[in-house]
């Protein structure tokens, strides 16, 4: 069939149709003739008719024949098509998910499907090993019971507004509770997969780990926070400025200087803030650095309110006037031969009360007065510290022997500035009995130490454990006056609020690891009589544990005791036996004691 329709499809059909037609004439003709031996015309018009009318439904047929054919090649072709594009996107699909699936499960971060309603519905390796939970644990929880709760509410806010088709994807720094209970930082990136029409199915997360970005963030902050302290709690000038002129910071001191604001400050140059005269100075001094490439050193002058920024002689005598000597009424303006035979008699029957007289009292300008200190350096409380109960019997014994007037020094104990000898003996006795009457100032145990990291933010180590150690090994007032006098400072931290770089001994407080050490410093000086030039110490090597501390000390102190010399009629302080040999001899020692005699920090 197919080959006969396609043969006549070759074939002009009317053609066809109008040889039958001249055919069937010419052969009704011939017909007639034969039959009737004449022509006979209504021959020719039924074979012409019969013939046209036979051709014509067989034209008919055979056109519709074809026409069924195509279609039927047509609807083929289709499904053919129809089959392949199916086959294409099945092939596709199945490609996606496959390709879905491998990025899903090995993305180098942490992905996740998840349900309207926080519950996990499918994860990937790179999130389980991000908060330690396994898939199957995972997937039988939600979000919400593995978030921070302080970053939950807003998390949810956010789901609040996908779901309500305000926003499109959502973006935040959140924290998770890993299965060990540290937090996890993480940046999360959310987007809301929508059935056709538009009904929300599942969430697809995308989860950053940022632990150690944050950990840098915040060792930054706090690293800038503890800059920031140094600079605001120096008492001199500190300020920064570009190649322009222009103040990029400014400490306390500066703006306490001036009576400006940093914010007023910060951005500005010096013409924009100062009188011309002064910004003049300090550009000059700034262009003088520029130019020669190398720090400099000079004075200048700070000019304030258009003047020399000086006390002017009205308002020193202003505050001096507020320094006056109190009145002693009844009392003898020097203290009479009998008030000092009767103090030294106390002296000879009392061991103690003399080793008081000659460590924590001093002579006073008004010859029948003394300067008492009492001692806040005694086992079991801070250096320094002091309760509520003693603060207030140091009230009254201020009252009672000091005209009312106690003074605290930089060395943390309480001095008591105008007290009559012939009180010196009742005074001690009252002292002695509230613990505050240690002859040990300007001994070993009279040590300065910062708070450290038991009570302040900014420390590094602890500082009272070691000075506690320190004091309990060194009881023998004996011992103690043997050694003599020597400056020993703890500080927690580099701000050095126990001034460890100003003691013979210096001792700072340094994190490494997140484990306490500490460096120990020798040679140190305030600029104080007995210590010289001021001068910071120097360190002695590397750094030292907690419990290795008191065992350095000793080294350093039996070294000292063991090389120092006679100075005519006495001997060596600690500071000038230093001076005078250097360090190595107490390095030496000190190395000694370090943990099997290593190096450990």
């Not at 004449?38 to 024949?65: G, K």
Request: aromatic content about 8%; proline content about 4%; some cysteine.
């Amino acid at each position: 069939m197919s080959t006969l329709l396609l043969a006549f499809k070759r074939v002009n059909f009317w053609h066809f149709v109008w040889s039958a037609v001249v055919l069937s004439t010419l052969l009704s003709l011939l017909l007639s003739q034969l039959i009737h031996g004449h022509i006979v015309w209504e021959y020719p018009f039924a074979a012409t008719f019969i013939v046209f009318t036979v051709a014509s439904l067989l034209i008919y047929l055979i056109q519709r024949l074809r026409n069924l054919e195509q279609a039927l090649v047509e609807s083929a072709r289709h499904r053919a098509k129809d089959a392949t594009e199916r086959r294409r996107a099945d092939n596709a699909l199945l490609e996606s998910q496959e390709r879905f699936s491998s990025a899903f499960k090995d993305a180098a971060i942490g992905m996740a499907l998840v349900g309207t309603d926080g519950q996990w519905l499918q994860v990937n390796p790179a999130l389980c090993a991000l908060v330690g939970y396994t898939e199957q644990e995972l997937l039988a929880t939600t979000f919400q019971a593995i978030t921070h709760p302080d970053d939950l509410d807003a998390d949810l806010a956010f789901v609040r507004q996908m779901l309500a088709g305000e926003i499109p994807t959502y973006h935040m720094e959140k924290r998770y509770f890993h299965k060990q209970r540290h937090i996890v930082w993480i940046l999360l990136s959310v987007s809301l997969v929508r059935d056709p029409v538009g009904q929300p199915l599942y969430f697809i997360s995308q989860i950053q780990d940022i632990t150690e970005r944050k950990q840098v963030q915040e060792k930054l902050l706090e690293s800038e926070a503890r800059f920031r302290a140094i600079l605001d709690n120096s008492p001199t000038m500190i300020f920064l400025k570009d190649t322009e002129g222009r103040y990029l910071l400014v400490n306390r001191q500066f703006e306490s200087m001036f009576h400006l604001d940093h914010k007023t400050i910060v951005g500005k140059t010096d013409v924009e803030i100062f009188s011309p005269q002064q910004a003049a100075a300090f550009q000059a001094n700034d262009r003088e650095v520029v130019q020669g490439g190398v720090p400099l050193q000079f004075e200048e002058v700070a000019l304030h309110d258009d003047g020399p920024h000086t006390i002017p002689q009205v308002e020193l005598d202003r505050v001096s006037a507020s320094f006056l000597p109190p009145q002693l009424p009844g009392r003898a303006a020097q203290a009479s031969p009998d008030d000092l035979d009767t103090l030294n008699t106390r002296a000879a029957q009392h061991p103690l009360f003399e080793r008081w007289l000659h460590r924590n009292v001093s002579p006073h300008k008004d010859p029948s007065m003394r300067i008492v200190t009492l001692s806040f350096k005694r086992l079991l409380q801070a250096p320094g510290d002091a309760s509520a109960d003693q603060l207030d019997l140091v009230a009254e014994l201020s009252d009672r022997f000091s005209a009312g007037e106690a003074r605290v020094t930089h060395t943390q104990n309480l001095v008591l500035p105008w007290v009559h000898a012939d009180d010196l003996f009742a005074l001690w006795e009252a002292a002695r009995d509230a613990g505050l009457a240690s002859a040990n100032v300007h001994l070993l145990t009279d040590m300065i130490a910062c708070p450290g990291g038991d009570f302040c933010a900014l420390a590094n180590a602890r500082s009272i454990p070691v000075a506690e150690a320190i004091t309990e090994r060194y009881q023998d007032l004996d011992e103690l006056n043997d050694i003599g006098e020597i400056d020993l400072h703890i500080s927690g931290c580099i701000n050095s609020c126990g001034h460890h770089h100003s003691g013979h001994i210096g001792i700072l407080g340094v994190d490494k690891d997140g484990k306490e050490w500490y460096q120990v410093t020798l040679g140190g000086s305030d600029g104080s009589a007995t210590s010289g030039t001021a001068q910071p110490g120097k360190v002695i090597g590397p750094s030292f544990s907690a419990p290795e501390v008191p065992e350095v000390i000793e080294a350093v102190l039996s070294t000292y005791l063991a090389i120092r010399q006679d100075v005519g009629a006495r001997q060596e302080l600690f500071i000038e036996t230093v001076r005078r040999v250097g360090l190595d001899p107490f390095k030496a020692a000190a190395n000694n004691v370090r943990a099997n005699g290593e190096r450990v920090a």
